[in-house]
């Protein structure tokens, strides 16, 4: 359904050091960076088919999260959701809602983990357990 998920930096080195971190616990390597001319920096992240970009915005204005968006990374285990939380709060991240932990909803049960990256993105480390 999905071509990529792209976020905005107010500072793409940071940001850079966060999800090469962050991405790092889930096997993604290190971003193709795309650069033209005196244009925004992207870093683009790929994994298993999917890809995650990080952009400085593209109208020079300030980067913002969305207010009720959150961006869901499929984790091995639960111990993966563990590092992934735990690389992103190292890395300059905060812990959000509630600690790492299963969650029961209407497709299952998860158990997951909720982080806000440096410039406020809400992130989710999500493990499908039934």
Same mark, same amino acid.
Do not use: W
């Given at each position: 359904?999905?071509?990529? #998920?792209?976020?905005?930096?107010?500072?793409?080195?940071?940001?850079?050091?966060?999800? *090469?971190? #962050? &991405? @790092? !616990?889930?096997?993604? %390597?290190?971003? &193709?960076?795309?650069?033209? %001319?005196?244009?925004? !920096?992207?870093?683009?992240?790929?994994?298993?088919?999917?890809?995650?970009?990080? !952009?400085?915005?593209?109208? @020079?204005?300030?980067?913002?999260?969305?207010?009720?968006?959150?961006?869901?990374?499929? =984790?091995?285990?639960?111990?993966? #959701?563990?590092?992934?939380?735990?690389?992103?709060?190292?890395? %300059?991240?905060?812990?959000?809602?509630?600690?790492?932990?299963?969650? *029961? %909803?209407?497709?299952? !049960?998860?158990?997951?983990?909720?982080?806000? *990256?440096? *410039? @406020?993105?809400? &992130? =989710?480390?999500?493990?499908?357990?039934?």
């Amino acid at each position: 359904m999905f071509s990529h #998920v792209m976020v905005g930096s107010n500072e793409i080195e940071r940001s850079k050091r966060f999800y *090469d971190a #962050v &991405l @790092g !616990t889930l096997g993604a %390597g290190a971003p &193709l960076r795309n650069k033209e %001319g005196a244009g925004p !920096t992207r870093l683009f992240y790929q994994h298993d088919g999917n890809i995650f970009s990080v !952009t400085e915005p593209l109208d @020079g204005k300030a980067a913002t999260f969305a207010n009720g968006g959150t961006i869901a990374f499929n =984790c091995a285990s639960p111990e993966q #959701v563990n590092l992934f939380h735990d690389t992103a709060i190292v890395f %300059g991240g905060e812990s959000i809602e509630n600690p790492p932990g299963l969650r *029961d %909803g209407v497709l299952g !049960t998860f158990f997951v983990a909720y982080v806000r *990256d440096p *410039d @406020g993105n809400k &992130l =989710c480390a999500v493990h499908r357990v039934e």
